[in-house]
């Protein structure tokens, strides 16, 4: 995740109900942390499902104003959402982005502000496919689709709306 997080911090993860951010829920989790989903109003009841210990809207901002201190976020959308956010993260937190540093960075010298990068790495994908194999981390599949009809779904994202697309290469 980037973070650092370690068991017995709390950490926000923007965007959880994605599938970026299911994985950074997860990976919270498995480091012992309070994790706190944050979602849409319209993701609330979807979101229930993906582990973490509350469920916040990050679109209602009476309820970013009343979080308490967090020691970090892990953020995956950016924008005011994530300038709101900063000045949630304790002096020392961190606040990793997979999409850069908020705008209003500078406003808090205090708070590490990180970028995440995807780093190739078999041992954690092993894993992470394990735990997606026992059910523990669930990453939802939009549509399935032969190898052979890839442009179909490569139609199908670039339209929008499709969510993932796995393509299956046909064993026979």
Do not use: W
């Not at 982005?97 to 590490?112: E, M, R, T």
């Not at 970028?115 to 790495?121: N, S």
């Amino acid at each position: 995740m980037g973070t650092g997080i370690q068991s017995g911090q709390t950490v926000l993860v923007t965007g959880a109900a994605g599938n970026v951010g299911r994985s950074a829920v997860f990976t919270a989790k498995e480091r012992g942390a309070k994790v706190i989903a944050g979602v849409l109003k319209t993701q609330i009841q979807k979101a229930a499902s993906i582990g973490a210990d509350q469920v916040v809207a990050t679109d209602d901002d009476s309820v970013l104003a009343n979080l308490r201190s967090l020691d970090a976020v892990a953020d995956t959308v950016n924008g005011a959402t994530a300038q709101k956010l900063l000045s949630k993260v304790k002096k020392g937190g961190v606040f990793a982005s997979v999409l850069g540093a908020p705008q209003n960075a500078k406003d808090y010298p205090d708070i590490k502000v990180v970028p995440v990068y995807a780093q190739p790495d078999p041992k954690t994908l092993a894993h992470m496919a394990q735990a997606v194999k026992e059910g523990r981390l669930v990453i939802p599949i939009g549509m399935k689709l032969p190898l052979k009809d890839a442009a179909k779904g490569h139609a199908a994202v670039a339209k929008g709306g499709a969510g993932k697309v796995l393509l299956v290469v046909n064993a026979n």
